[in-house]
């Protein structure tokens, strides 16, 4: 297993925590993760990548051992402005490699089309954005969000890492448990009472007030000028419930003008974890072109 080692910065008014597996400095990537992941989540992945590569991947504000906000709800333009801060940081001389995933591919996207100057290459792995929404959903929307805001959230407790590693090869069957058990010791932490609990504020399971704006997001997917890598996994669980047609699926990835669409076979929305070795070699051989 390839080591890493903990960088920290003061970002934003938080302790912003960057795991770092040190390759060479002229190939450089930085790794996004996902809703209710971590940084560690990608360690799978480092592990098929050739050792020059020399990678960054940031807990997001709230996630793993980066601060919490403090605030009663997190925002999406936060993690926006979060990279930006972060990239000047670690590399403010040249554009970046960047991958996401999920969460992190959709921040990643529109962080592209925002500062289409600073991607040479992007990597969206399951980051194809929400389900469309209308305005007259907003009423209802942020009553919801009022509603929620009136119960503390919280976030189950597991009797132990162990207790922990079986629910998530119970979300996911294609999960060995070897993988299970490292995913488990980097998800949870003791909790004070006894068991063990996530390392994610529970404020991030409260639904977001503002709609989801396709429109908005197109606007910025098109500006985008860096090529694309756009990876589905063929078993999707999330595009599955947000019941994206095949018509809509490709209206987003036409929003950029250099992309490249593969489908992973034989894996989930988790497909960093199912398939780390087919992802990181497509990672390498598209970031590796001229």
Not at 66 to 92: H, M, V
Not at 94 to 114: C, E, F, K, Q, R
Not at 178 to 183: M, N, T, V
Request: hydrophobic share 40%.
């Amino acid at each position: 297993m390839r080591q890493s080692e903990s960088l920290f910065f003061e970002l934003r008014g938080l302790r912003y925590h960057v795991r770092h597996w040190r390759g060479k400095a002229a190939r450089g990537v930085f790794l996004l993760h996902g809703w209710m992941d971590v940084s560690a989540s990608f360690q799978f992945l480092v592990d098929e990548m050739a050792p020059e590569w020399d990678v960054y991947a940031p807990d997001w504000r709230g996630y793993g051992l980066t601060s919490w906000s403090g605030a009663d709800s997190y925002w999406f333009p936060d993690y926006i402005a979060d990279l930006d801060q972060l990239l000047e940081r670690i590399q403010p001389e040249s554009p970046v490699n960047l991958v996401g995933h999920s969460l992190g591919g959709n921040v990643a996207a529109l962080y592209a089309g925002i500062r289409p100057e600073r991607i040479r290459r992007f990597v969206n792995l399951e980051g194809f954005g929400m389900p469309a929404t209308r305005a007259e959903q907003a009423p209802k929307r942020y009553a919801r969000w009022m509603e929620e805001l009136r119960v503390e959230p919280r976030l189950r407790d597991y009797d132990s890492y162990g207790a922990l590693a079986d629910r998530l090869q119970q979300n996911n069957a294609r999960l060995t448990r070897e993988r299970a058990e490292f995913l488990a010791g980097h998800w949870g932490k003791d909790a004070p009472g006894g068991g063990v609990v996530l390392r994610s504020d529970p404020a991030h399971k409260l639904v977001n007030a503002n709609l989801y704006r396709l429109d908005e997001a197109l606007a910025c997917w098109e500006r985008t000028t860096a090529p694309v890598l756009w990876v589905d996994a063929a078993q999707s669980e999330t595009r599955t419930r947000m019941s994206l047609t095949e018509e809509e699926h490709a209206v987003r990835r036409a929003a950029f003008k250099d992309l490249r669409h593969v489908t992973i076979h034989d894996a989930g929305h988790m497909l960093h974890h199912d398939q780390p070795a087919q992802v990181a070699h497509l990672i390498e051989d598209f970031l590796a072109a001229r």
